[in-house]
């Protein structure tokens, strides 16, 4: 038997403490991980810049914490939160972001384009509502081979409005796939306000009309965020299809890197900060319940921050990818001597 | 009204400037132009080329939308055929893909079938730079291959202004594309009823040895290159297309009677590219002035990726195309005259 937790038993079922200590050192890997490459992308070491995910951490560890190793996750252009829970190195991350050869995809991929099949991490997508495409087709795949497998396909509420997300949830529906569709809703897509583009009620309400369980759930929470998506999972490996799963989130900087914010109050941001801040909340869950002392969280935070300063160091000294081999592994079929291309 | 002829000083915009000064006239003459996109109301679009605009003309012709590629084309569309001029901006031509059927099966085809103009402009930043293999397709390929649509691509403000004026004033879909390096390009632009017609290239360059022709950043390239040139003595014509669909043979054409030397440079790849197409054209129409084979110069047949290093591995840069119009600048017979 695992060591139980400290917290009121079903809080967090199964989970021990140790694993607890983790799910905190991830978000806050995260946390430090972000605000340094948002200083860096900033500061011009990002080409093309990066879209920063702080303040969405509990739903990237919550997710991640509740699957399989064998599990896959596809993710959006807000990225690096669910690289870096579904165990990417922080280092491979960073390298990535800043285009160098020891990049997690040798530089081709980039900030919106993080990958590691061995992960479970099937790609973060350029194009909004995608990600979920491809978590569809991984639970078709895990369904045709019965392989006991489940996907999480993510995308955001500006994503709730693309056309393809709804073709996706409801072929996930009709074909009972073992797929969890997990909208990250921070309430802007870029700088419209969600509300103001977005019709009925909730996006989990439209959800809920294609047939399957459908909820809004605390993002800001981790053990809500872990509770759902395991029940979801549980759901979908016993052969009872699909579950919709709206995040209710926020992100603290703008849309992308150095985005002058002008569309939301000052108030709104330190509200969301103050008082529903999943790093501080989880912090005090565990330290109030015992779990953690303050010297484990003063070395959480060091940890992090040592993690993220040798990550810098990595990916500045890295080198470049060499040019020659820039179009090379393009297409299996164009490798034949006479071929055009 | 200004007329053409009358000496004035010349207003300078720059290239996304040039675009919002053009919406703001053609606006202002006409009611049913109206613009659909993301963010372009407060922030007046990811390139600031509807800047003010919102404030203007109010949330009924400065529409916000949400994130529904195929919906804002589909509107269009059939907006289009009701009555108005709706300029649809997909902030990344990448976005087209999410409604290529509205765009390449519905706005290109009905005059075709039904007998009706749609007067769509779908605006959208394109070209090759920043942001990785899903946000620098280079989809002219494809559209100037969709018989119905008119493809324009812009390489200075003066003929952005000039050619979403004929956009706004024609009948049928035109894509407006707009290269991402050039956004901030200053330069003079024209007034309220200087008018760029769609289908029609310009010298951009004089030259008697060897004919560049190219479009959108590739007019840049080509200058630098031209202007490095001329210190050795070749003196290199370069033509910028300025619209890819229709193409404009007779410009082409003559500029091979003049130099006999032709290379296209282009940054999309050349499998069935542009290049690909104007190289055929000259083959067709010119075959009997030209000295060398034409030359193409253009992009890797590979996905855009993220790393700087390797994005200058695919594309054709300054250097190269130096070396390329000098080759074909001294080549003589046909020994020395594939270079590719
Ligand atoms: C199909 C498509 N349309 C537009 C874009 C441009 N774009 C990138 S992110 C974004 C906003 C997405 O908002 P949301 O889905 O809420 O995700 P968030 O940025 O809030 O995480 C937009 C419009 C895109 N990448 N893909
Ligand atoms: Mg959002």
């Known amino acids: ?341 | 009204m200004s007329s053409a002829t009358e000496p004035r000083p010349k207003a300078v915009a720059t290239y996304s400037t040039a675009f919002q000064e053009g919406m703001r006239e053609e606006m202002d003459r006409d009611p049913t132009v109206f613009v659909l996109g993301t963010d372009i109301y407060d922030r007046g679009g990811h390139f600031s080329q509807v800047k003010g605009l919102g404030e203007r003309f109010g949330h009924e012709r400065i529409r916000d939308t949400p994130i529904s590629e195929a919906a804002m084309v589909a509107s269009g569309v059939g907006a289009a055929l009701n009555g108005t001029r709706p300029v649809v901006d997909l902030n990344f031509l990448d976005f087209a893909f999410g409604a290529m059927d509205e765009l390449v099966n519905q706005a290109a085809k009905i005059r075709y079938m039904w007998g009706r103009p749609v007067p769509l402009v779908v605006r959208a930043t394109a070209g090759v730079a920043q942001g990785g293999a899903q946000h620098n397709n280079s989809l002219q390929a494809w559209l100037m291959n969709t018989p119905g649509l008119a493809v324009v691509f812009p390489s200075r403000p003066w003929d952005v202004k000039g050619l979403i004026k004929s956009a706004l004033r024609g009948s049928d879909p035109v894509v407006f594309m707009m290269h991402k390096l050039l956004t901030g390009a200053r330069g003079p632009v024209g007034g309220p009823d200087e008018l760029v017609p769609i289908g029609s290239a310009r010298i951009a360059r004089p030259g008697s040895d060897v004919t560049v022709i190219t479009y959108g950043y590739g007019v840049v390239v080509a200058d630098d290159a031209a202007t490095a040139l001329a210190g050795e003595g070749i003196q290199v014509e370069v033509i910028d297309l300025r619209t890819l669909a229709p193409l404009d043979v007779t410009t082409l054409v003559e500029a091979v009677k003049r130099t006999g030397r032709a290379l296209v440079l282009d940054e999309a790849p050349a499998l069935s590219g542009p290049a690909a197409e104007i190289a055929t054209t000259l083959s067709d129409h010119a075959f009997w002035y030209l000295d060398q084979p034409v030359v193409r110069l253009t992009a890797a047949h590979s996905p855009i990726p993220h790393s700087p290093p390797l994005v200058d591995g695919l594309l054709p840069n300054v250097g190269q195309v130096i070396d390329a119009v000098r080759r074909l600048a001294l080549a003589r017979g046909p020994s020395q005259s594939s270079v590719s």
């Open chain 1, 1 to 341: 038997m695992p060591t139980t937790n400290g917290l009121d038993a079903g809080l967090v079922p199964g989970a021990t403490d140790a694993e607890l200590y983790d799910w905190l050192a991830d978000m806050v890997l995260i946390r430090v991980f972000e605000e340094t490459a948002d200083g860096l992308a900033l500061r011009g070491r990002i080409p093309g810049g990066m879209h920063p995910a702080i303040g969405q951490e509990a739903v990237a560890v919550g997710i991640a914490r509740a699957l399989r190793a064998d599990d896959v996750v596809a993710g959006t252009h807000r990225s690096h939160h669910h690289a870096l829970a579904k165990q990417l190195p922080p280092a491979a991350v960073l390298a990535e972001l800043y285009g160098k050869a020891t990049g997690t995809n040798g530089g081709r991929g980039g900030s919106m384009h993080l990958a590691d099949f061995d992960l479970g991490l099937w790609g973060t997508n350029g194009i909004v509502g995608a990600g979920l495409g491809i978590a569809l087709g991984a639970a078709l795949g895990a369904s045709v081979r019965c392989t006991d497998q489940v996907a999480v396909g993510l995308f955001g509420d500006g994503g709730a409005n693309t056309g393809r997300v709804w073709e996706f949830v409801n072929l996930a529906a009709i074909w009972r796939l073992p797929l969890i569709v997990a909208c990250e809703n921070n309430l802007y897509a870029v700088e419209t306000a969600s509300k103001s583009v977005t019709g009925g009620n909730s996006i989990a309400e439209r959800a809920a009309a294609f047939g399957m369980p459908a909820q809004q759930v605390d993002g800001q929470d981790i053990v809500e965020v872990h509770r759902a998506v395991r029940a979801a999972a549980d759901r979908a490996r016993a052969g009872d299809g699909p579950t919709f799963l709206e995040f209710l989130t926020y992100r603290y900087k703008g849309h992308n890197s150095g985005e002058v914010i002008r569309y939301r109050t000052e108030d709104e941001v330190t509200q969301w900060r103050t008082s529903r801040d999943p790093v501080e909340r989880f912090s005090a869950l565990l330290t109030n319940s015992g779990v953690l002392t303050p010297e484990d969280l003063t070395r959480i935070a060091d940890d992090a921050r040592a993690v993220v300063d040798a990550a810098v160091a990595f990916a500045e000294e890295s080198p470049w990818p060499d040019p020659s081999t820039a179009a090379e592994n393009v297409s299996a079929w164009s490798n034949r001597d006479g071929s055009v291309r």
